[in-house]
């Protein structure tokens, strides 16, 4: 039997979602919590791999058990051994040709960057911050030089394992709220650090040290050494996955702070 789980977490207590052996990743500790219910050692196996300190509003993630549990034992009983941080929001059984990872068709991030002079103290570790003022037209501006069909080489850590730096960036949206910048990406897949480095260069645009039409020179001279370094880990979230419609699972959650 194939179960599939909706999750959030708070990255800056684990070293990303992937298993380390000193087992401080999200996944270390969910496997170690489905087991439990399971009754059997359990592999979990998620949409995407988030960074240290990078969070998710909603992630997916989905394992195969011979156990037989009622959906809320996949959801209750899962968060009683779940750490403070992580949470299971919903369980649903699924047929065995569904694959977190591989079925997912479009993936979506939120950056949420504090635009405020004075950095911050309640929200430490969960936003992001940029001490002068940006502007947030000529970010946009910036921004739809990146969407399209690309290689984002220019935008792609060095330790990236990707097969192809080719993506479909089909969403880069900046929102001011306030003090706060809402920075949004959907695209069918995402490079290692894609987004934080797409982050660095745009708020060099926002502050006024690049012009908006540099982003396309980056783009096009997929070297990652003349980009932006970067951005801080804090303020990402996997907001979004999509998966086709015969599936019928959720694609977002309706929970979190910044929505």
């Known amino acids: ?6 999750l959030e977490y708070c990255g800056a207590g684990f070293c990303g979602w992937q298993s380390q052996p000193q087992g401080c990743g999200v996944q270390d500790a969910l496997e170690t919590a489905v087991s ?6 359990t592999g979990v196996t998620a949409a995407g791999r988030t960074d240290t300190g990078v969070h998710a509003a909603f992630q997916v993630a989905h394992f195969d058990s011979r156990a037989k549990r009622p959906l809320t034992a996949w959801v209750r009983g899962v968060n009683s051994h779940l750490p403070p941080g992580v949470a299971v929001l919903w369980a649903r059984e699924v047929d065995d040709d569904f694959h977190a990872r591989f079925a997912a068709m479009q993936r979506g991030y939120r950056y949420v960057l504090l635009n405020h002079p004075v950095r911050p103290g309640l929200n430490q570790g969960l936003i992001g911050w940029h001490h002068r003022p940006l502007d947030a037209d000529a970010m946009n501006r910036a ?16 330790e990236c394992q990707a097969k192809s730096p080719v993506k479909e960036l089909r969403r880069a949206h900046i929102e001011r709220r ?16 894609m987004v ?7 708020v060099q645009v926002g ?17 990652r ?32 702070l910044f929505a």
């Open 207 to 223: 502050a006024g040290a690049q012009p908006p039409a540099w982003l396309h020179e980056i783009l096009q001279g997929r070297d």
């Open 225 to 256: 050494t003349l980009a932006a370094p970067t951005f801080d880990a804090a303020g990402l979230y996997l907001t979004h996955i999509r998966y086709p419609a015969h599936f019928a699972l959720p694609e977002s959650s309706e929970r979190w």
């Open 143 to 158: 921004a739809a030089h990146l969407i399209g069909t690309h290689d984002f080489s220019a935008f792609r850590a060095a």
């Open 36 to 41: 439990a219910i399971a009754g059997e050692k």
């Open 196 to 202: 934080r480095n797409m982050m660095g260069c745009l």
């Open 178 to 193: 306030g003090d706060y910048l809402l920075c949004d990406f959907q695209a069918d897949g995402f490079l290692h650090h």
């Open 1 to 6: 039997m194939r179960i599939v789980l909706g």
